[in-house]
Every structure is written in C-alpha cells, then in structure tokens.
C-alpha cells in the first residue's frame, strides 16, 4: 500500500511533519512497514483540505489531531 | 581567459567602537571589476567618514576612466582635514581585475596585497610613483583561474600586538597563514575570509585593537545557478519559461511545488519528493532527473534570504558556516548561493497561488516576490551578477 503524504508549504504549514511522524510511529507500533510505503509529494493541488494525504489514488484531508484515526480506519483497517 | 571572481569580505570593529573606521566598496564597469579597501586614520566615526570617502572617491573615479594620479590627487583636495592631528589622511589599496584577465594593483600604506597562486605566495612586482608628496606603488599583472588576491588593513599585521606577539602578526606571518589556508580544496572566499578574521580575532583575545578588515577575491571559472521559482501567470508561459531555464548554462534549482510540477509535467519525468525533516520549520527537498536541486518555495527562500542577509551583515561565524552546511532545503541553496556562483538567474513566474490565499495559515504565503527582490539585493551585494527574469 502507497501512501503519499503533501508536504507543499500549505499542507506543511497545517502539520504533515507531525502526521509524518504519526504514521511513522504507528507503522512500526504495529509492525507493518513491510505493508506500507510512505512517501511525499509537492502540491496536490488540494491545499484547503490540507494536509492532504493519497492512500493509493484515494484522496484523505488529514491533521496531526486526526492521524492516528484516519490510521486505524484507513490504513490499519485495509490491511 | 574567461575569468569571474567570487568575493568576499569582513570587518572587525576596534574594540569597544559601533562604526568601523575600515571600508570596502565593489564597483564594476563594463569592462573590470573593482575592489577598494581603505582605512582612515583613527577610530570611531572620523575614520569612518575618510575611509568611506576614498573608497567611493578612488572607486568611482577608477571605474569612470580616470588614473590613479587624478584620484590621488582628488583624495589629497577633498578629505576633512583632521582638527586634532592638522592632517587627512586614509589609505587604501585598488584590486582593479579586467574581464580580459589582467589586474591592476595600487596601495597606499595599507600592508600589501597576498597573491596565492598555486599554493605560492607570488612576489609582486611594485614599481613606485610619488603623486602628491605620497608614495604610491602599483603593479600591473595578469591573473591566473585560482588565484586569490587578500586585501587587509593593517589591523591584520598588528594583530596580538604587545598582547600575543610583541609586535603584532606580521606580514610574512599573516602570508604563510594565508598561504597555508589557501592550500585546502575549493577553498571558497567566504571561507578564507572566515578563516583570517577568526585568526586576527583569536591574537587580540577577542578584543581587537584596531580595526581589522580582510578582503579576500578568488578568481575563479564563472559559476552559473539558475532558480526557477513561481508558476507563470499563463499556462503557455511554462514551457517558454522552461525552455529558457533548461537551456541556461549552469546549475538548476527548483523552488516551489507548483514549479516543481510544472518543471517534471514539461520534462516528463516524476518527481521524487522525500519525507525526511532534517529541520522542522523547511519542509524536505525532492530529487527530479535534470535538475541539480527541488525544494518548497516560500519557506524555503525566505530561510535562505534569512542566512543571505545575516552573512552580508558580517556574520562569518562557525556557527554561520556550520548552518550553512546543514541538510535542509534553506541552507542548500543559501551555500550554492554564497560559496558557489558567481552569476544568479532567476526565473520567477508571477501567478497567484490560488494554494497560497488561505487564510488562517501562521505565514504569509503570497511574499515571493518580496524574497525575490531580497535574495537579489544580498547577492548584489556580495558583488555577484544577478538577473530576474520575470513569467
């Protein structure tokens, strides 16, 4: 599973460091990283649903507030 | 020859002054560029206002065609004469270097101008002229690609004197030094200026008794970066735009998301942006096949306009050179911009970043063309060419 993170200067402004390192941490909590790949990407031209995140083609608005939600449904729960 | 020269230069204040009586001006016509580095006699605001004087005197008049005995001369008429001392006087040292590779060197009193070529100190060739009851010597040489030409006050040779070393640093000290400095790799101006300032600082104990300026100019093969930064206000333009950056000789950096987008849509290759925050406030540099370096935009040059201006205020520091080493976005192309060009294009699209007028967000987004202007400003004043091309 690819799952591309925005880290444009909007979406950086609203927090993808923060998710970044989120999804990072939970990844490996959970022992997945063999599952999920993450990567960045330039502007997705979706800045007011910052901070953008494409779970394969699929377009997520998340926040550092809502990662660890928008992991467990998104990521954790199609696994 | 084709010959272009990186720059550099630094000023340590005597002791206990806010002004320094030491000044350096660059000035350039279109056939040479000039270096002149004068220090007016004393301290504080009265050496200040001589040493500013000559510079602009002797470097305006040089760079309009006049020769050295009519600046002299002018000097000799115009300088305040000092109330206490019944004297005026400045000295100064010329560094004129032609496009076509010959130099011209003129001192006055100052300590004479170190010639590193290829590892050696080189002996110049004075002759001397008497011009106004002052002795004046010049030289006229030609240059070779790595040669470094240091320029300094005399608060360079004095340096630790009656403190450190009885009597001062020294010339034949302070040339060995340089010398030896000048044997690293790729030892950019920045650096050797660094490099001579931390050596004179160190030798006054961090309390220098005289004002101590180095002036430091490399001349090296033209070293051409190109930014790219901004989508064009028309869709059409980009490729005009990317024609006009990919075929421009030199180093390629892209700034900005949208122009990074714009740059891998043209070239037809992806873009591979990491994830890696090596510094939390600049968001990670991306890697594109043909361009040497893809970074954010706004954040990113402001930060690296931020470290332009902080070294053209004078900080030479460790502390500045180790920022500039670090791995982020900012201080990549601040160091590419400080240590190695010597002409900056810029390419600057002027749309709206329909991504950028949201507000609520805790910077303003919509100030590229501000840093635009500033990162100009302080490469102009590093005494590199610049020029913008506007989208």
């Not at chain 2, 930014?227 to 028309?234: H, K, N």
């Not at chain 2, 849509?265 to 994830?275: D, G, Q």
């Not at chain 2, 930060?303 to 902080?310: F, K, V, Y």
């Amino acid at each position: 599973m690819l799952v591309t993170i925005c880290i444009g200067s909007s979406c950086h402004l609203k927090g993808s460091r923060d998710v970044i390192s989120i999804l990072e941490r939970l990844i490996s909590l959970h022992g997945i990283s063999d599952k999920v790949e993450l990567t960045g990407s330039f502007c997705m031209g979706e800045c007011a649903k910052g901070v953008c995140v494409k779970v394969d083609d699929e377009l997520y608005s998340v926040s550092p507030a809502t990662a660890e939600t928008f992991f467990n449904e998104q990521i954790l729960g199609r696994i | 020859m084709n010959i272009s020269l990186d720059v550099s230069w630094k000023s340590l204040n005597k002791h206990g002054e806010e002004l320094c009586g030491d000044t350096v001006g660059i000035l350039k016509n279109d056939v040479s560029d000039i270096f002149v580095l004068s220090d007016g006699m004393g301290s504080g605001v009265k050496a200040n206002i001589l040493s500013t004087l000559t510079t602009k005197i002797v470097g305006t008049m040089l760079r309009d065609g006049a020769n050295i005995s009519d600046c002299v001369e002018t000097i000799a008429k115009t300088l305040p004469v000092c109330s206490v001392r019944h004297v005026a006087y400045s000295t100064f040292t010329i560094l004129q270097i032609f496009k076509d590779g010959r130099a011209y060197l003129v001192e006055y009193d100052n300590p004479g101008c170190v010639l590193v070529r290829s590892g050696k100190l080189e002996q110049i060739p004075y002759e001397v002229h008497e011009i106004e009851g002052k002795k004046i010597r010049d030289c006229s040489l030609n240059v070779a690609l790595g040669d470094y030409f240091v320029l300094m006050s005399d608060g360079v040779t004095h340096a630790g004197v009656g403190n450190m070393m009885s009597f001062g640093w020294g010339q034949a000290r302070a040339s060995e030094y340089i010398r030896k400095a000048c044997s690293m790799n790729n030892l950019s101006a920045p650096r050797l200026t660094s490099m001579i300032c931390k050596a004179c600082s160190d030798l006054y104990l961090d309390s220098p008794g005289d004002d101590t300026t180095v002036a430091v100019i490399h001349a090296v093969k033209a070293k051409h970066v190109n930014i790219f930064t901004g989508p064009p206000q028309s869709y059409d333009d980009d490729a005009v735009l990317m024609r006009d950056f990919m075929t421009s000789p030199g180093k390629k950096i892209v700034s900005g998301g949208t122009s990074a987008n714009i740059a891998a849509r043209i070239l037809k290759k992806k873009i591979v942006a990491s994830i890696k925050y090596n510094d939390p406030e600049i968001p990670p540099i991306a890697t594109l096949e043909g361009v040497d370096l893809v970074t954010e935009g706004v954040l990113t040059l402001n930060r690296c306009a931020n470290m332009l201006e902080q070294y053209n205020k004078g900080d030479l520091s460790d502390r500045f050179f180790d920022s500039l080493d670090a791995d982020n976005g900012a201080a990549m192309i601040a160091k590419i911009l400080v240590e190695e060009c010597t002409d900056l294009h810029m390419f600057v699209g002027q749309a709206m970043n329909a991504a950028h007028q949201n507000v609520g967000l805790p910077f303003d987004l919509s100030i590229r063309m501000r840093l635009v202007d500033k990162i100009r400003q302080e490469c102009e004043k590093m005494g590199k060419t610049v020029t913008v091309r506007y989208y």
